[in-house]
Structure formats: C-alpha cells, structure tokens
C-alpha cells in the first residue's frame, strides 16, 4: 500500500515539476480571466440597473458568484486532460502502460492534480491584486455547514471534471479526432454548468432537471454551496449524494472505455 502511494506521489511530484514550468502561462491566464469579469460586471450592473433583485440576489451576490465560478475552475477544471490522454492513445506512448504496474487512471489523475495544484495558486495572485476593487462587490455567507458539504463537492467536481475528460480522451480508441466530443461536451457545460448563468435563475421545473444531470455538479453546485445560492443544508447534502452517484457512474463508464478500447489497440510505438 505504501509502496503504492509513493509510485503516484513522485507521478503527481513530477506533473508539479512539469507544470511549474508553464506557470507563466497559467498565471496569464489567470489575469485574462479576470477582463471577463469586467464584462460580466458591465452586463450585469446593466441587468440589475432599476432591480434591487433578480431572482433573490443581489448584485453583490452575483458578481461573488462569478468570482467564485472563475476560481473553481482553475482548481478543478480540467483543461487539456482530454487532448492528452488522446495524444498518448494516438501516439502509441499509452503502450508504456500496459506494461509497467501503473494504473493508467491514476497516473492520469496525479498529473491531472499537479496541475490543478498549480493553477489554483496562480489564480490567488490576480485575485489579490484586485482585492481592494473588488472587496465591496463580495459577500460571502460564513455557515460552518458550508465548509462541510462544500468542500467534499469540490472534490467529487473534480472527479466528475477529470472523469469526463478521462472518458472523451479514451474514446481515441474508436476515432481519430475527439474534438467534436469534446467541443459539444463544453457547449452543454457551458449551459448547464452555471457558466453563463447562475442555474438558480431558470425556471423552477428546468433548474430541477438541472439539478439530475451531472453538467449541475461540475461547477455550479459547490459555487452555490460557496456562496449562498442553495440555503438549506439538506437540499444541499441531497444533492451531495446524487453528485456522488454521478461520479460513480462517470467512473464506471470510463473503466468499461479503458477495458474495451484495450481489446482493440495495437500496440505501435512508446
């Protein structure tokens, strides 16, 4: 067991190495990140001109929304881990593999969370930056049950983030090109993921049906948890459980892809 942690602990040392690198990179942009934000601030002061209250929330609890939104996804949004595992698949590098004791998920998952690791601090110093412009436009709700059920859907949205993309990357094993999969996959994200839009504001029968699919939990449940758009600890924790069956479920399903797609690779090149 212990020899086992240490195997993925020096995968997720060397992705952190790796993406260190690049931090340059993630770091610019974070800060493009935030010229979003004044968009967003421009459309919604708009929106909230003459409204004291769109859908229960004020404009202050809006704005925090984004803010939050922008920065969970720089700690669990995943990136390129797609088009990577894809790469590897077309490239035959995957065949490395399949002859050492390596899980593949897993080494997938420690680079995966070296990256994340890196992102989530670089987004800090933007969000430091422009603290002072901003501390006026954010309000947080400070119930201890939010740190309890928060940060486990942080987590399983990681899951469901990286299990996605773990699920479109192995479909290389069929197609040559992903990127429609892909592409498609972040439209509804974008949708139904509360990208856009805070989920909250549809109607009361749509964000119900919503809240069934798994694009509800990759983002905008553990925001909302975060800051205040779901109110009641229970509705909250029952949600937490669907989440967690979503993950199961996305797990599943890209271990059937694993299996089956093995049975038709010929092993060329690595």
């Known amino acids: 067991m212990l020899a086992t942690l240490n195997k993925y602990r020096s995968v997720y040392a060397v992705g952190l190495q790796s993406n260190l690198v690049y931090r340059a990179n993630f770091a610019i942009r974070g800060f493009f990140s935030f010229f979003h934000l004044v968009v967003v601030f421009i459309l919604w002061g708009a929106a909230y001109s003459g409204n004291a209250h769109i859908g229960g929330f004020n404009f202050a609890q809006t704005f925090t929304y984004f803010i939050a939104l922008i920065v969970v996804q720089f700690l669990v949004g995943a ?38 690791t890196v992102t989530g601090l670089l987004i800090l110093l933007p969000l430091l930056i422009s603290y002072p412009l901003l501390k006026d436009y954010l309000v947080l709700p400070t119930e201890p049950w939010r740190l309890a059920i928060g940060i486990p859907a942080l987590f399983l949205s990681a899951l469901i983030q990286f299990g996605i993309a773990y699920g479109f990357g192995l479909l290389s094993f069929w197609f040559l090109e992903i990127q429609g999969f892909v592409v498609l996959s972040m439209a509804f994200e974008s949708m139904l993921g509360g990208q856009i839009f805070p989920l909250d504001l549809l109607p009361g029968w749509l964000f119900s049906a919503s809240a069934g699919l798994p694009y509800f939990y990759q983002m905008y449940f553990p925001v909302a948890i975060f800051t205040g758009r779901i109110d009641n600890p229970e509705v909250a924790f029952a949600m937490l459980r669907i989440q967690l069956v979503w993950v199961v479920i996305i797990l599943t399903v890209g271990r059937v892809l694993w299996q089956r797609g093995l049975r038709l690779h010929t092993a060329v090149g690595g």
């Open 79 to 116: 990136f390129n881990e797609d088009y990577q595992i894809s790469e590897e698949i077309r490239n035959g590098m995957i065949n490395q593999f399949l002859l050492k004791p390596v899980n593949y998920f897993a080494y997938r998952f420690g680079i995966y969370l070296s990256a994340r």
